[in-house]
């Protein structure tokens, strides 16, 4: 049996974040990767989604040429090109890392690791025993229990399709249908979303989501609630899925049927049993410095948590914390109350904080400071189809509890809001602050 002081189970974000203090501390690190370091978010997810997320800004101010004046052809997007450019902007990053990781003097091992004891694991036949064992192995699309489930594609499928399809269902109305759904339906695709819950985009405040839905059909995507897809059958060349939306049955065709149905940890194949790790159906219970409740010795960080937000700076942060654990003992512990999210649509809806909904059941008094900031000038100048914020405050502090901004250079100001929630900068302190003018940031002092 070889012996380590932390072995990582995954090489992403959560993992690579382990590393840190762990390896500053002179601990002996070993990291189990079966596929490319780094993970979901350089490798099928962030950077590359955010490729196509680029050019299809570029088709959208295209559209609105005509409004500076600009006259300009029907554009005409070569996808299979695009694909590639996705392919080799991220090509070298797996084997940067693996640099990286010789420099900081961890053992990368590939393969995939499972449990076969509380403080142990096999990989490729290797025995490796450890002091504390991080399990970072990340996220997978929820799997649909429906007839027909073998014809969906996912994320994955669709980063790597040199095809573009002529008409696409989302199964899930979750970031990354609508972000991959706004890429498709700018370069020309039929994209419908089919979402079961009333709800859709549910973690984000539901006014912004209203705008965020106005704009997404104004593009002419198909947008059903409280469907229910019942089955997928094969239709000649293309795909058929039933639905079920107001108590009727409904059929849309499609080429590609893509399950967006959220993404659950993943952790199955591990032999979580044989690590003395207690959790339901794969999620891990855990206590407040992300060890394993049942299992001290094991910790859980990254989308493989079941219940803190897959986002790829939240696998990092957990990831140090893990690190910063392992080396000081049990004292760190995640606070999330002031991480941002975007929603990368065009235009994105950028979020920090509390909703109004969560704010008000919470019994804060607060106020919310909506503006419809469409014909501010900013907002005219670049010709913004929509431009709209709402600014939760504290009545009796001050203090700024969320912000939710649509369009407006919202995933860039959003961080002027969370660096503002998290040392305690109160909105009339926001305000009274000199901008560049002009500039979508010096709309701060008027939004609240
Ligand atoms: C399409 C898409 C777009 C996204 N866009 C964004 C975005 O714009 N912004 C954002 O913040 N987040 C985004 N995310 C989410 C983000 O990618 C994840 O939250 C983040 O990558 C999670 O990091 P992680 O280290 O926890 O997991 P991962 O990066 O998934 O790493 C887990 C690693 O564990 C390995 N592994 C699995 N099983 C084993 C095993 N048995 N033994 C050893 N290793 C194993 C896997 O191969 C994998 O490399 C996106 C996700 C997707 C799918």
Redesign the pocket.
């Known amino acids: 049996m070889e012996t380590y002081d932390v072995v990582i ?7 690579m974040g382990v590393t840190v203090a762990t390896r500053a501390a002179g601990l002996s690190v070993a990291m ?4 490319d370091l780094g ?3 350089p490798n ?3 950077t590359p ?2 490729v196509l997320v680029a050019a299809a800004h570029a088709l959208d101010e295209i559209e609105r040429a005509d409004r500076h004046a600009i006259t300009v052809d029907r554009p005409r997007l070569d996808w299979r090109a695009l694909i590639e450019r996705e392919k080799e902007l991220i090509r070298d990053i797996p084997s940067r890392l693996w640099g990286l990781m010789a420099r900081r003097g961890v053992d990368v091992i590939s393969g ?3 449990f076969i004891g509380a403080n142990a694991i096999r990989v490729n036949g290797r025995e490796i025993e450890a002091r504390n064992i991080v399990i ?4 997978k699309p929820r799997p649909l229990p429906i007839p027909g489930a073998e014809h969906l594609t996912n ?1 994955d499928d669709v980063l790597n399709d040199p095809e573009l399809p002529r008409a696409v269902v989302f199964v899930g109305g979750g970031v ?1 249908a609508f972000e991959l759904g706004h890429v498709y339906a700018r370069a020309g695709v039929d994209v419908t979303i089919l979402e079961a819950l009333p709800q859709l985009l549910g973690a984000f405040d539901a006014d912004a989501v209203a705008r965020i839905r106005g704009e997404s059909e104004r593009l002419g995507i198909g947008i059903r609630t409280l469907a229910w897809v019942k089955r997928i059958d094969k239709a000649g060349e293309r795909l058929r899925v039933t639905f079920v939306a107001d108590g009727v049955e409904c059929a849309v065709d499609a080429d590609r049927v893509v399950n967006c149905a959220g ?1 659950v940890a ?1 952790v199955e ?2 032999d979580l049993g044989a690590g003395v790790i207690v959790h339901r159906e794969g999620r891990i219970e855990i206590d407040d410095h992300l060890r394993s409740r049942s299992n001290p010795d094991i910790y859980v960080c ?3 948590v079941w219940n803190s937000p ?6 990092t942060y957990e990831g140090g914390i893990v690190g910063r654990n392992i080396v000081d003992g049990p004292k760190h512990r995640p606070n999330y109350a002031h991480i941002p999210a975007s929603l ?1 649509t065009i235009p994105a809806l950028a979020s920090v904080g509390l909703t109004e909904a969560k704010a008000r059941e919470q019994g804060l008094r607060v106020k919310a400071h909506v503006n419809d900031m469409q014909d501010w000038l900013s907002a005219r100048t670049y010709t913004e189809t929509v431009a709209w914020s709402k600014i939760i405050v504290e009545e009796t502090t001050d203090q700024i509890v969320g912000a939710h901004i649509v369009g407006h250079a919202g995933e860039e100001l959003i961080h002027i809001f969370a660096l503002a929630m998290k040392h305690g900068i109160t909105a009339p302190q926001l305000a009274e602050m000199v901008y560049c003018f002009p500039t979508f940031s010096a709309d701060i002092r008027n939004m609240m």
């Open positions: 189970l995954g090489g992403g974000n959560a993992g189990i990767e079966p596929r993970g979901t978010c099928r997810g962030c989604k955010k995939e690791a499972v970072a192995t990340g996220s994320s990354i993404r993943n194949g591990l990254g989308d493989a897959q986002l790829s700076p939240v696998a990368y």
